[in-house]
């Protein structure tokens, strides 16, 4: 059922909230608002889809949340006229893929929140247009592999969240670009190796998380250019033995947990003589 949302009062409205509604196909464009509308929100309202330019008669909008539906299909216009868009959340909804371009517009988006989705596949083409986004998260989808250059158009993002997916494998320059990332989310996951320079290029990363996963062989130079990495998490995973000097060479590393994996004797004899690992969590 199509349902629209046809007036409102002329009273000076900032923030609106349309939540528990039951729409299929969503759209706004007989709403007449004040032009001093800047924040947005339909939570749990049974959208299934969100019909082409359905805000662009909403110019001001800074949030707009559309978590909790339904929503399986964007189409590709449908965020036409948000070029002052901030924020954007479309966690808790059905999405199984990201039409190409349908960011384009979304030059000022800061924060894009797509978890909690059935996305199992994202590359380049899913984030065009979003050149300042700082924050982005895409935990608790289907994400199988990142692709080469998957962020390089996203260069100002500082954190991302790729947490609870099903990650087998990262390929390399996947993380291309990425000059200003200071946090990396690769937890409870289903990755088994990394490789040779996986990371590079991620001078300022500072937090990275790789526990739950199924790591077996980490290679000698699989952390190479992480040279102001203080924080790694490689709990829980299925590593027996860490090549010398792998960890050795992040110089700025302060934590590292390694606890609940099968390290052998050498490796724990290792781990215990690193010089530049202020604090150490072994089993």
Same mark, same amino acid.
């Given at each position: ?80 006229? %948000? ?35 059935? %996305? ?135 934590? %590292? ?27």
């Amino acid at each position: 059922m199509e349902k629209e949302i046809s007036s409102f009062s002329d009273e000076a409205v900032f923030q609106l909230t349309i939540e528990k509604s039951n729409f299929d196909n969503f759209h706004m464009k007989n709403v007449k608002l004040p032009k001093n509308f800047f924040f947005l929100s339909v939570l749990n309202s049974k959208i299934r889809k969100v019909e082409s330019g359905a805000f662009k008669e909403f110019s001001l909008l800074d949030s707009l949340d559309l978590k909790e539906n339904q929503i399986e299909t964007l189409e590709s216009d449908v965020f036409l006229g %948000l070029q002052l868009l901030q924020v954007l959340n479309l966690s808790k909804n059905n999405l199984g893929k990201l039409p190409k371009d349908v960011f384009l517009n979304l030059s000022r988006l800061l924060n894009l929140d797509l978890s909690q989705n059935s %996305l199992s596949k994202i590359n380049m083409d899913s984030f065009k247009g979003l050149t300042r986004l700082i924050q982005l998260n895409l935990t608790y989808n289907k994400i199988e592999e990142i692709e080469p250059e998957t962020f390089k158009i996203t260069n100002k993002l500082q954190d991302i969240h790729l947490n609870n997916n099903q990650i087998k494998y990262i390929h390399k320059n996947a993380f291309v670009g990425l000059n200003e990332i200071k946090s990396l989310v690769l937890s409870d996951n289903k990755i088994e190796k990394l490789q040779e320079h996986v990371f590079e290029g991620l001078d300022v990363l500072q937090e990275l998380h790789l526990e739950n996963n199924l790591i077996k062989d980490i290679e000698k130079l699989s952390f190479s250019g992480l040279s102001n990495l203080k924080f790694l998490n490689l709990s829980n995973n299925e590593i027996t033995n860490i090549p010398e000097n792998v960890i050795g060479s992040i110089q700025q590393l302060y934590v %590292l947990d390694a606890t609940h994996n099968k390290l052998n004797e050498d490796a724990i004899k290792l781990l215990k003589n690193l010089n530049n690992v202020q604090t150490l969590y072994t089993d």
